[in-house]
């Protein structure tokens, strides 16, 4: 069943910022992904928060969004969040947040538009 719910995408300039945020609809947070998907693609890893318990976790990001791109977490919150700067118009996607390498139960995911 769908776990996540995403939100916060838009439409954007080259070069600006975006936070997403998705909150787990059930359970504990713990270790979550971002993947993006654009049409007639199949969704791509992004970046991931690794919880190692409740003080520490591991951040992992794609070659492309390394150094722009942050996930962070609010464990009281359920939500994982991805700080999106200096955007480029290739991470024009819907984005989706999943537990790390399960791809199925898609969430309604949220679009992300970088456009002049």
């Known amino acids: 069943q769908v776990q996540f719910v995403e939100s916060g995408g838009g439409l954007v300039q080259p070069g600006g910022s975006l936070k997403l945020s998705c909150i787990k609809m059930s359970g504990s947070l713990g270790s979550v992904a971002w993947y993006r998907q654009v049409p007639g693609d199949q969704h791509k890893w992004v970046a991931s928060?690794?919880?190692?318990?409740?003080?520490?976790?591991?951040?992992e990001y794609e070659r492309s969004v390394e150094g722009r791109f942050t996930v962070s977490r609010d464990t009281a919150k359920n939500t994982v969040f991805l700080q999106m700067t200096d955007l480029k118009p290739e991470d024009t996607a819907d984005y989706y947040c999943?537990?790390?390498?399960?791809?199925?139960?898609w969430g309604p995911g949220t679009q992300v538009t970088v456009s002049p």
């Open positions: 928060i690794i919880s190692y318990g409740v003080n520490f976790t591991h951040l």
């Open positions: 999943q537990v790390p390498g399960h791809m199925a139960d």
